[in-house]
């Protein structure tokens, strides 16, 4: 991964080293650990999904192997912070969900199809959202077993003081609401 595309949102040499040590743990692992893919191609994804007059709005993060995407969107920066958003391969839900890497994280110890989850859950009950139950978390995390590597990944996030959200649907609902609609942003352009 060409780690310099996040030059031009944290600056040179100033991008999160906790994303950037991600990328060489990524590349040094030998068996699938979670539900994420990094990808070379990250503009022509954008463009594949939402169109090339917005390629330039995304960086892209990873991918799912269902083509959704996490990316840093650039044009809803808020007070010097670029969030990072979901945007789903079959049009919605698209959201905001994180407001630093490190959250974001937090998240993908539950894999992207729990970040899904979370992100329809809000779209879909608003403010009537509850948190996830302590049961329901568990058992999230107990099908991340099914990840040989699950283990050592989980382990190595801890050293960036990094483990699993405690209660991630308001990790989502809080960069939701520090950032612009990303929904309403796409539908103007």
């Known amino acids: 991964m060409d780690v310099t595309v996040f030059d031009d949102i944290f600056g040179e040499g100033q991008t999160p ?3 950037l040590d991600f990328y060489t743990y990524y590349d040094e692992q030998g068996e699938e650990f979670m539900d994420v893919e990094v990808v070379e191609e990250g503009p022509d994804y954008v463009s594949d ?7 330039d709005d995304f960086v892209v993060i990873a991918k799912h192997g269902s083509d959704s995407l996490i990316a840093y969107w650039t044009a809803g920066e808020a007070d ?4 990072i958003v979901w945007l789903d391969s079959e049009g919605t839900p698209n959201s905001v969900i994180a407001a630093t890497v490190t959250d974001l994280f937090s998240l993908l110890l539950y ?3 729990f970040v899904y989850d979370v992100v329809a859950r809000l779209d879909n009950l608003g403010d009537e959202a509850e948190e996830f139950a302590d049961y329901e978390l568990e058992e999230y995390l107990e099908e991340m077993d099914e990840y040989e590597g699950y283990d050592d990944f989980k382990e190595w996030l ?8 405690a209660a991630p649907l308001n ?3 809080q960069a939701r609401q520090a950032f612009p609609d990303l929904e309403a942003w796409l539908e103007d352009h």
Request: hydrophobic letters at 45%.
């Open 80 to 83: 010097g912070q670029v969030p």
């Open 17 to 19: 080293q906790l994303l």
């Open 171 to 173: 990790v989502v609902r």
């Open 49 to 55: 999904l939402l169109g090339e007059e917005v390629v």
């Open 111 to 113: 894999d992207l199809g």
């Open 158 to 165: 801890e050293g960036f003081d990094v483990e699993p959200a």
